[in-house]
């Protein structure tokens, strides 16, 4: 069975103290690997995909890497605005075709 | 954008009750799904579509069904709503026929049962 599983589940941080949040992931025929931020009361919303080992990514003060076996989002210098929850997602189980299969989250908060 | 409008924010119902669901997509995606979230256990997939009239079960489609009579709307029902119904219910939509398309999400129903 495909698992998706994110650590850690929360993390604090200082604003301007750089860190990783992972993603490991067991599949049968990874398609893609996808990360999303969400606010608080809001629906998840897009940031990247990654197709394949050594992939990177990045966006402001996120990027995303991939391995075989994992995918981390480094955060550089964070911003209190960062805060939120990062969700990361598969899509490899045949059965449910096009949908994507979640982690449970990872809870960030930065502090001034 | 792709937008994806979920018709209500928040809603309350009692035992029993049948629920509607409602979520349209105005980007002209082939696939809809929907998802619940619970703290604790993530996003769980309950139904999906690949085209009108068109539905497959996802991982707990236990209690639901779902309706997609036109290509952009699909509506979640609970026939009978139950105290473990209660959650934030997400409608999201992509790109048919094409792997590593990412989902788009609606801003989500919170439905509480009572």
């Known amino acids: 069975e495909d698992q998706v599983t994110q650590s850690p589940e929360a993390l604090r941080l200082q604003e301007g103290e750089s860190s990783s949040l992972n993603c490991s992931y067991t599949?049968?025929?990874?398609?893609?690997l996808f990360w999303y931020r969400q606010d608080p009361g809001k629906g998840p919303e897009f940031l990247f995909t990654?197709?394949?080992a050594g992939e990177e990514k990045e966006k402001e003060r996120l990027k995303a890497t991939l391995t075989k076996k994992e995918s981390f989002l480094h955060i550089t210098a964070p911003k209190p605005e960062d805060s939120a929850t990062y969700l990361c997602?598969?899509?490899?189980?045949?059965?449910?075709?096009?949908?994507?299969?979640f982690g449970k989250g990872t809870s960030l908060l930065v502090t001034p | 954008d792709v937008k994806v409008t979920q018709s209500s924010r928040y809603l309350v119902k009692r035992t029993g009750e049948k629920v509607f669901l409602e979520c349209v997509q105005d980007?002209?995606?082939?696939?809809m799904f929907w998802y619940r979230q619970d703290p604790g256990l993530g996003l769980r997939l309950i139904y999906f579509?690949?085209?009108?009239?068109?539905?497959e079960k996802g991982d707990i489609p236990e209690g639901y069904s779902v309706s997609r009579e036109k290509k952009e709307r699909f509506s979640l029902i609970l026939e009978s709503a139950s105290t473990n119904q209660t959650s934030m219910y997400l409608c999201?939509?992509?790109?048919?026929?094409?792997?590593?398309?990412?989902?788009?999400f609606g801003n989500g129903t919170r439905l509480t049962v009572t």
């Open positions: 997602a598969v899509q490899a189980t045949p059965k449910s075709g096009y949908a994507l299969n």
């Open positions: 599949v049968s025929g990874l398609r893609g």
């Open positions: 990654l197709y394949s």
């Open positions: 980007m002209d995606h082939e696939n």
């Open positions: 579509s690949y085209d009108v009239k068109m539905k």
């Open positions: 999201a939509s992509n790109v048919g026929q094409a792997y590593n398309s990412p989902l788009h």
